[in-house]
């Protein structure tokens, strides 16, 4: 099992990041997965006589990055693990899964909203780990056996006064699963792969309402660059009872975090939210600002307009801003001939955009690292215009376009009836009129159009 015995082996550097696994001899499946866990890697016995064996004392195991003790009593009815432990970053308990959803790997926070009839006391939360939770989540859906699901749960039963941030990585969902040594392994791995991850991370999101097995956040948590804090699925919402503005701070406080996600429409809930100065946002929001620092978005939110109205963010990064005015007519005329060509431009120039019709169109401002951005920006558009105009020019804060068109006084004078003909000519073909050929050119002008730079 890879286990030595070594005094001089110490876990208590305060420098390293340690995550301590709780297995609970009460429950098989937590045992399989210890014994899986212990087979990967140098693990080191050491003893703890300070406590009692049942409790996390006596013998337990330590290697690079984690230590492994074992509690005689199920993880819901455990009081204070994390005293159990040296200094930690987070509590892993392995576990078992009940329910009726197949085979599924899962994970999800401790606590209770309303009554705890599972373990730990009423309406109180452990904290949160949710970078933790989000990369072990991504190592279970790495590691998974080709028939499992890999999910997450809204905050749930006991224990819920641990000391530190914790989590639930279980094996579910009956017998047939219980005993998978190969689930175990997955399991086993995932947790060792997150080696040296810190728990927090800034960009957390809580959630209210929506199902046990929460599959819009799961979404965001598997789409984005958001973690997911702890979540009152619909069930927790009842449980709660009155909603208070103690149990909101408790919430937001676990997870750390001050933004959320609802659901579903509820008007107390959100003013109360709004009350205690945490923010509501939406799942477009959170994709939107993937990716992007959230010291950017407030500023290009603050400088510019919201995403709901339609900010949207390019590919620079960068702590100097310029905010430029884009010609509305220009960038209309531009977009119609390459509507693609354009984003791609404005997506390679700039920190943030503009946008209307539900983010499918640029217009209005652009946040730029310096001049010369905005310099290629127009510069590419001139481009755009060739396609389409037969001279482009541009002077100083002017673009000037040249295009041929079909001319319907010369055409008259030339003797073209107005209907069909006048048709074809606009279109580029050549006519026959009184016996000979007229060429579109010959009943073209020239149409000007100016473009005001900012």
């Known amino acids: 099992m890879g286990i030595i015995t070594d005094w001089f082996y110490s876990n208590e550097d305060p420098w390293v990041t340690v995550i301590g696994i709780v297995v609970s001899r009460s429950d098989s499946v937590s045992v399989l997965i210890g014994e899986e866990i212990l087979k990967i890697g140098k693990w080191v016995q050491k003893i703890d006589s300070s406590r009692i064996d049942t409790e996390g004392g006596g013998e337990y195991?330590?290697?690079?990055?984690?230590?492994?003790?074992?509690?005689?009593?199920?993880?819901?009815?455990?009081?204070?693990?994390?005293?159990?432990?040296?200094?930690v970053e987070c509590i892993i308990f392995v576990s078992r899964h009940v329910g009726e959803t197949g085979a599924l790997l899962t994970a999800h926070y401790t606590g209770n909203f309303g009554e705890a009839k599972f373990g730990g006391k009423p309406r109180e939360l452990s904290m949160a780990c949710p970078n933790l939770h989000k990369a072990v989540v991504d190592a279970l859906r790495k590691y998974a056996p080709e028939n499992y699901e890999v999910g997450i749960e809204c905050t749930h039963h006991g224990p819920s006064d641990v000391n530190?941030?914790?989590?639930?990585?279980?094996?579910?969902?009956?017998?047939?699963?219980?005993?998978?040594?190969?689930a175990a392994e997955s399991v086993a791995k995932s947790i060792m792969s997150i080696k040296g991850e810190k728990s927090n991370c800034e960009k957390t999101i809580v959630g209210f309402g929506g199902g046990h097995y929460m599959p819009r956040f799961e979404r965001i948590m598997r789409d984005t660059d958001w973690a997911i804090g702890h979540v009152a699925a619909d069930w927790c919402l009842e449980d709660m009872g009155e909603i208070n503005s103690e149990m909101i701070r408790n919430i937001f406080d676990k997870s750390g975090s001050n933004r959320c996600i609802i659901v579903d429409k509820n008007l107390e809930l959100e003013k109360i939210i709004k009350q205690e100065g945490y923010e509501i946002v939406?799942?477009?929001?959170?994709?939107e600002t993937t990716g992007v620092g959230l010291e950017v978005v407030s500023r290009m939110e603050i400088s510019m307009s919201t995403i709901e109205e339609g900010l949207r963010f390019g590919r620079v990064?960068?702590?100097?801003?310029?905010?430029?005015?884009?010609?509305?007519?220009?960038?209309?005329?531009?977009?119609?001939?390459?509507?693609?060509?354009?984003?791609?431009?404005?997506l390679r120039n700039t920190i943030a955009f503009e946008t209307v019709?539900?983010?499918?169109?640029?217009?209005g401002k652009v946040a730029v690292r310096a001049r010369q951005a905005?310099?290629?920006?127009?510069?590419?558009?001139?481009?755009?215009?060739?396609?389409?105009?037969?001279h482009v020019s541009r002077k100083g804060s002017e673009i000037f376009v040249e295009e041929l068109v079909?001319?319907?006084?010369?055409?008259?004078?030339?003797?073209v009836e107005e209907g069909p003909k006048f048709g074809e000519l606009a279109s580029g073909k050549s006519v026959e009129v009184k016996g000979k050929m007229l060429d579109p050119e010959e009943v073209q002008e020239v149409k000007n159009k100016r473009y005001k730079l900012s």
């Open 61 to 87: 195991y330590c290697t690079d990055g984690f230590e492994l003790r074992e509690f005689e009593g199920l993880h819901i009815q455990l009081e204070e693990v994390g005293l159990a432990f040296g200094t």
């Open 164 to 182: 530190v941030p914790s989590m639930f990585v279980e094996i579910g969902s009956s017998e047939k699963e219980w005993v998978d040594v190969e």
């Open 282 to 287: 939406s799942e477009k929001w959170v994709r």
């Open 317 to 346: 990064r960068s702590d100097r801003v310029e905010i430029r005015e884009l010609d509305q007519s220009l960038l209309k005329d531009v977009q119609v001939i390459s509507s693609k060509r354009v984003r791609e431009v404005i």
């Open 357 to 363: 019709e539900n983010g499918s169109l640029v217009k």
């Open 374 to 390: 905005y310099e290629d920006i127009i510069e590419e558009f001139c481009h755009i215009l060739e396609q389409r105009y037969n």
């Open 406 to 415: 079909f001319s319907p006084e010369k055409a008259r004078i030339l003797g």
